[in-house]
T-cell receptor, first 114, second 113 residues
Framework: AQKVTQAQTEISVVEKEDVTLDCVYE???????LFWYKQPPSGELVFLIR??????QNEISGRYSWNFQKSTSSFNFTITASQVVDSAVYFC???????????FGKGTRLSVIA | DADVTQTPRNRITKTGKRIMLECSQT?????MYWYRQDPGLGLRLIYY???????NKGEISDGYSVSRQAQAKFSLSLESAIPNQTALYFC????????????FGPGTRLTVL
């Protein structure tokens, strides 16, 4: 069965600090896809990244970076030099073989304080 | 115009009433989904449909039903609403290929009194 665990319920940081959001997943499949979504205070869900199980390269997009480690079944998300606009709930999600609905973690609420 | 729309955006209703939430998409995607979001519980799948003739139950389908009227429309019904169905409901779509990125509507906030 698929499962996504985001152990950090809430994180609070001061602006310009770096912050890492943890995501641990469980699946029996060798082919799967991992996602991160952002939900700002306005409520919509914004896609951030997709990673397939065969690509363990880390990815960087501006201040955002993602560390995928199959050995620990983790797909962690780091925000460098956080800003107030990064305040949101962040969800990690998993799809087996890319052919099943996404299974979401419970989310991590990030508050960035000016 | 938004690619995935949900109506209504907000709804307050009373226990026992029948409620329908509607979702329409202009993305041409074949797959559609309904999720509910509760504080601290993340998004949980209610129902999903991979094409017009396909309906599947998700993790929490009890108390809900759906209708896929067309490729672009997927409705969620609460036959007899109860207070613990108060939540934020999201519709999502995706294409039927491997990487299955889902695109979400803006959400419907439902309150059952």
């Amino acid at each position: 069965a698929q499962k996504v665990t985001q152990a950090q319920t809430e994180i609070s940081v001061v602006e310009k600090e770096d912050v890492t959001l943890d995501c641990v997943y469980e699946t029996r499949d060798t082919t799967y896809y991992l996602f991160w979504y952002k939900q700002p205070p306005s409520g919509e869900l914004v896609f951030l990244i997709r990673r397939n199980s065969f690509d363990e390269q880390n990815e960087i997009s501006g201040r955002y970076s993602w560390n995928f480690q199959k050995s620990t079944s983790s797909f962690n998300f780091t925000i460098t030099a956080s800003q107030v606009v990064d305040s949101a709930v962040y969800f990690c999600a998993l799809s087996d073989r890319g052919n099943t609905p996404l299974v979401f973690g419970k989310g991590t609420r990030l508050s960035v304080i000016a | 115009d938004a690619d995935v729309t949900q109506t209504p955006r907000n709804r307050i209703t009373k226990t026992g009433k029948r409620i329908m939430l509607e979702c329409s998409q202009t993305k041409g995607h074949d797959r559609m989904y309904w999720y509910r979001q509760d504080p601290g519980l993340g998004l949980r799948l209610i129902y999903y449909s991979f094409d017009v003739k396909d309906i599947n139950k998700g993790e929490i389908s009890d108390g809900y039903s759906v209708s896929r009227q067309a490729q672009a429309k997927f409705s969620l019904s609460l036959e007899s609403a109860i207070p613990n169905q108060t939540a934020l409901y999201f519709c999502a779509t995706s294409v039927g290929i491997a990487y299955n990125e889902q695109f979400f509507g803006p959400g419907t906030r439902l309150t059952v009194l």
